[in-house]
């Protein structure tokens, strides 16, 4: 089991950057896939980027590919996502979760940390 805590959100002016962690705790992080998701007020949530294991597998929705970028620390048990060129559609509360398998569906994940709220503002 892992429990999972994102920071790092906040409010920015569009075109800016911020950069999301999210803290995990319990055995065997390094055996998770991990991904960010986010959720906008009114909409279902939606999946942003996920890592493989070993970083050697990355992937991005459309929206978001070419400004953000998904990494992730084993050694620190930690996972990231650098945002630049935000936009006020990007605004959300995002959410890191865990995986037993690299995926993009919000079924394929088992652990959710509470969220952290991210509003760009134009």
């Known amino acids: 089991q892992v429990q999972l805590v994102e920071s790092g959100g906040g409010l920015v002016q569009a075109g800016g950057s911020l950069k999301l962690s999210c803290a995990a705790s319990?055995?065997?992080?390094?055996?998770?896939?991990m991904g960010w998701f986010r959720q906008a007020p009114g909409k279902e949530r939606e999946f942003v980027a996920a890592v493989g294991r070993a970083s050697n597998n990355l992937y991005y929705a459309d929206s978001v590919k070419g400004r953000f970028t998904i990494s992730r620390d084993n050694a620190k048990k930690a996972l990231y996502l650098q945002m630049n060129s935000l936009k006020p559609e990007d605004t959300a509360v995002y959410y890191c979760?865990?995986?037993?398998?690299?995926?993009?569906?919000?079924?394929?994940?088992?652990?959710w940390g509470q969220g952290t709220q991210v509003t760009v503002s134009s």
């Open positions: 319990g055995r065997f992080f390094s055996s998770y896939a």
């Open positions: 979760a865990a995986s037993s398998r690299l995926g993009v569906r919000i079924y394929e994940y088992d652990y």
